[in-house]
């Protein structure tokens, strides 16, 4: 039987060059986004979905299921950015926020307990952040919901282990096309990123933070907290004063 994939944020970026990686593998690949669908291969399928809506996310779901679908790994790659002052910050940004990178992820996991069959296993994969460990000034919600994301992710895996869902944690590294603004740890590639993070998802491991640099910034936040928090701090503090923003819906990954 053909191994099949979920993509839940496969029409940009990591998540498209990670669905063209597990299709290369000979892999089914199930794309969803809210945006507009890709207009190459590598996809069996694609759905527009609002992961910010529970109805939607409960009704594909369900919908998937009853086709005969049954994939072996669902990976969360949806996020919604902004970059810039908390208090420009827009409140539907803000909102955004919390519904794409957090609670989207909460309403994929009770849909899969709710419509999968008895015997189906599946992994599913929260893709959080760096700055949910050690945070950054510009980045501010941002950080916060991915830290949500993790602390969701950590505490309900017991639970959902239960009902048939292993759950995995990936931290994708700074990348060249994005990232804390301009300035941040060394930057890599989308191609390296989604490679190692195609990786990390075949192997039994609970949470990984891809890219040296990265995980010696949230080593550093653990046994050296100030230190980290004063180079986060100058990361953050030089975007601001140079007007740094990033918005929702010009820059960021579609959801």
């Keep these: 039987m053909t191994r099949e994939v979920w993509v839940v944020g496969a029409s940009k970026g990591l998540g498209r060059e990670l669905a063209r990686i597990y299709a290369s593998e000979g892999r089914t690949v199930i794309g969803m986004s809210r945006g507009v669908p890709p207009t190459e291969g590598d996809f069996e399928a694609y759905l527009q979905l609002d992961v910010s809506s529970a109805h939607d996310v409960n009704a594909m779901i369900a919908r998937l299921y009853a086709a005969g679908r049954r994939p072996e790994l669902v990976v969360y790659m949806a996020a919604s950015v902004y970059q810039g002052s908390i208090t420009e910050e ?6 955004r926020q919390i519904d794409t990178n957090y609670l989207g992820f909460v309403h994929l996991c009770k849909a899969l307990v709710a419509h999968r069959p008895d015997n189906h296993r599946l992994k599913v994969v ?21 830290a949500a994301l993790i602390s969701f992710a950590r505490s309900a895996r017991a639970e959902l282990s239960a009902h048939g869902l292993s759950i995995q944690i990936v931290s994708p590294p700074h990348m060249t096309n994005g990232g804390a603004d301009l300035v941040g740890p060394q930057p890599f590639s989308v191609a390296w990123s ?6 990390t998802t075949d192997r039994n491991c609970g949470e990984t933070i891809l890219g040296r640099s990265n995980g010696l910034m949230v080593a550093m936040s653990r046994f050296a907290p100030r230190l980290a928090a004063r180079i986060m701090h100058a990361i953050g503090l030089d975007a601001l004063q140079r007007g740094a923003v990033r918005l929702d819906r010009s820059t960021a990954p579609e959801t």
């Design 126 to 146: 929260a893709t959080a952040s760096t700055l949910a460990y050690v945070g950054c000034p510009s980045l501010d919600n941002y950080s916060a919901s991915k």
């Design 90 to 95: 827009p409140e539907h940004l803000l909102r």
């Design 194 to 199: 989604a490679r190692h993070f195609a990786r």
